[in-house]
């Protein structure tokens, strides 16, 4: 193979992966958090050709939707010529590049290492320790997923940070207002703060609860390819361990003509999976990137690529060469991590966490868990920012699952889209009439808070803002005694749990900020039959009204 064609074919991987992060960002900026709006597959499309949500989902909750079986093409893909995916298409494994290069450009004294290391196995233990608690039903595979990673990361924290630092810096140049003569900077800043406002960011004062964590994960990983190019890739990507799997003996090989290579080792000095064992023939397709880096610096031209049959042994490749020992280590790791996440009482489902919240047509909370890769769609795509990434109410098993907080937003009556872009079906896809008579929780009154029954004065916030069409939120007038003896009528609030859904707009609305007078907890709550303290048959005979 000649030099031309192999420098068009690593520059046609480099805008590939540029190609690949744009539509990703592009998808991104194409949900709409707008009841109105209504999604379609496109927008799952990253989600939809990853095999690791597909085989983690069947695993634990031996169920998965018909659209996840187009990730079956990546591992055709992989059959053939072997890890492609990583190297061309990850839009994560694309930053991890930009990441290496500046790196690489900006301290080139660093210490390097692209040899293989043992330590690249550790990827394949952590897969197998993965798939063993996903067996049990524990789906914390895809949490480690490098596409619902690097979405959970852009939508709670690079957008909301984003979004903050375009609001800051276009506010701090309209009140300086500076310029030269006539000609002032907001003439630029304003309208393009004002185009991503309304195209890009969609919801204006975007905030999540321990996005700084989610943020400063992401920037850990980045910062590891100081250490190792492609850290995360080679030591620590549950997908690159399984497609690295299914690329063991690929049909496409790297193949080294004998007579011209003279073991140079310059082939191994830019491989970005560090696939090159030792100069020559030594070669893992299981940890290669298809980077075409080593044809491209080979100065002899020694390096092709050739077509094989998997059971050929010509060209020649390097197993994985994970031990039993290991795998049997993983495994029992699997079943201790199953055990920590599901010893506690809420995960045995013995009591119940009043602020989790899930979205309406969340399925019960053990399926929810099997099914869930919290990936952040939904709390993407919610008008209102209801949706928040729980930290420990969940539980371990639960982190980062979608959890409504009705402090920060609520349920918008008229929306149903977290159900219709959940990938998984851990939020079925509702109806907009069945969303409104699904309960998500119950809300109750505080009345040493509560104005009419603590300061005896006239408050009707929450009942206006009721949505329900006859109102959840009735009031009955009442005499109250005042200071000089007398008393005057005042109108206290009271809560009917028959039409109660629990969508949260009542708390956010109360004049109360620090500490609501009004609450929605999680009781009543339509998808779990045990936390129903309010039964039906009970509501009309002990009403006292």
Same mark, same amino acid.
């Given at each position: 193979?000649?030099?031309?064609?192999?420098?068009?074919?690593?520059?046609?991987?480099?805008?590939?992966?540029?190609?690949?992060?744009?539509?990703?960002?592009?998808?991104?900026?194409?949900?709409?958090?707008?009841?109105?709006?209504?999604?379609?597959? +496109?927008?799952?499309?990253?989600?939809?050709?990853?095999?690791?949500?597909?085989?983690?989902?069947?695993?634990?909750?031996?169920?998965?939707?018909? #659209?996840?079986?187009?990730? #079956?093409?990546?591992?055709?893909?992989?059959?053939v010529v072997g890890r492609v995916f990583c190297g061309w298409l990850c839009p994560l494994g694309a930053l991890h590049a930009a990441a290496g290069w500046f790196f690489e450009r900006f301290w080139p004294r660093r210490k390097r290492r692209q040899r293989w290391s043992r330590w690249q196995l550790t990827k394949y233990c952590l897969l197998a320790g993965m798939l063993m608690m996903a067996a049990f039903g524990v789906h914390a595979l895809c949490v480690f997923d490098p596409l619902v990673f690097l979405?959970?990361?852009?939508?709670?924290?690079?957008?909301?940070?984003?979004?903050?630092?375009?609001?800051?810096?276009?506010?701090?140049i309209y009140q300086a207002d500076p310029g030269v003569g006539?000609?002032?900077?907001?003439?630029?800043?304003?309208?393009?703060?004002?185009?991503?406002?309304?195209?890009?960011?969609?919801?204006?004062?975007?905030?999540?609860?321990? @996005? @700084?964590?989610?943020?400063?994960? #992401?920037?850990?990983?980045?910062?590891?390819?100081?250490?190792?190019?492609?850290?995360?890739c080679r030591y620590l990507c549950p997908l690159g361990a399984l497609l690295g799997v299914f690329a063991w003996r690929p049909w496409l090989r790297r193949k080294?003509?004998?007579?011209?290579?003279?073991?140079?080792?310059?082939?191994?000095?830019?491989?970005?999976g560090a696939a090159c064992l030792s100069p020559g023939e030594r070669w893992k397709p299981s940890e290669c990137f298809g980077c075409m880096n080593c044809l491209e610096r080979c100065p002899r031209q020694s390096l092709s690529l050739a077509w094989a049959a998997p059971w050929s042994r010509e060209p020649k490749v390097e197993p994985i060469n994970l031990s039993k020992r290991a795998m049997f280590g993983s495994a029992l790791g699997g079943l201790v991590g199953m055990c920590l996440m599901r010893i506690n009482p809420q995960a045995r489902g013995m009591t119940f966490n009043p602020a989790l919240i899930r979205p309406p047509g969340s399925r019960g909370e053990r399926e929810f868990l099997q099914r869930c890769?919290? /990936? @952040? #769609? /939904?709390?993407?795509?919610?008008?209102?920012?209801?949706?928040?990434?729980?930290?420990?109410?969940a539980g371990l098993e639960g982190l980062w699952t979608p959890r409504l907080v009705p402090r920060l937003g609520y349920c918008e009556y008229t929306c149903n889209l977290c159900g219709q872009i959940c990938p998984t079906q851990a939020i079925q896809p509702l109806t907009l009439e069945q969303k409104q008579q699904t309960r998500i929780g119950l809300a109750s009154?505080?009345?040493?808070?509560?104005?009419?029954?603590?300061?005896?004065?006239?408050?009707?916030?929450?009942?206006?803002?009721c949505p329900i069409p006859d109102k959840a939120i009735f009031v009955v007038e009442v005499d109250v +005694?005042?200071?000089? @003896?007398?008393?005057?009528?005042?109108?206290?609030?009271?809560?009917?749990?028959?039409? /109660?859904?629990?969508?949260?707009?009542?708390?956010?609305?109360?004049?109360?900020?620090?500490?609501?007078?009004?609450?929605?907890?999680?009781?009543?709550?339509?998808?779990?039959?045990?936390?129903q303290p309010i039964l039906p048959s009970q509501a009309e005979s002990d009403s006292p009204y």
């Open positions: 193979m000649k030099r031309g064609p192999l420098w068009s074919a690593a520059r046609a991987r480099r805008l590939a992966q540029l190609i690949a992060l744009a539509a990703f960002v592009v998808l991104l900026v194409w949900v709409r958090a707008s009841p109105g709006w209504q999604p379609d597959w +496109p927008v799952k499309l990253f989600f939809l050709i990853d095999p690791l949500i597909l085989i983690g989902t069947w695993l634990s909750a031996h169920a998965a939707p018909t #659209l996840l079986l187009a990730s #079956l093409v990546t591992i055709a893909v992989t059959l979405y959970r990361s852009s939508a709670t924290a690079l957008s909301p940070a984003g979004q903050w630092m375009s609001e800051e810096g276009s506010t701090a006539a000609m002032r900077l907001t003439k630029v800043t304003e309208p393009a703060h004002e185009f991503l406002q309304h195209h890009v960011f969609m919801r204006s004062d975007e905030a999540f609860l321990g @996005g @700084g964590v989610i943020l400063l994960v #992401l920037i850990g990983t980045l910062v590891l390819n100081a250490w190792r190019p492609r850290f995360w080294v003509d004998e007579t011209t290579c003279n073991a140079c080792d310059l082939c191994r000095v830019g491989c970005h890769t919290a /990936c @952040g #769609l /939904c709390i993407k795509v919610c008008p209102e920012g209801a949706l928040q990434p729980s930290l420990t109410e009154f505080d009345i040493t808070r509560c104005i009419p029954y603590a300061y005896g004065r006239n408050c009707m916030v929450c009942e206006e803002h +005694p005042q200071r000089d @003896g007398g008393t005057r009528k005042v109108k206290q609030p009271h809560v009917d749990p028959e039409k /109660c859904i629990g969508c949260g707009i009542c708390e956010n609305v109360c004049p109360y900020k620090d500490g609501p007078a009004i609450r929605v907890m999680s009781a009543n709550e339509s998808r779990n039959p045990s936390n």
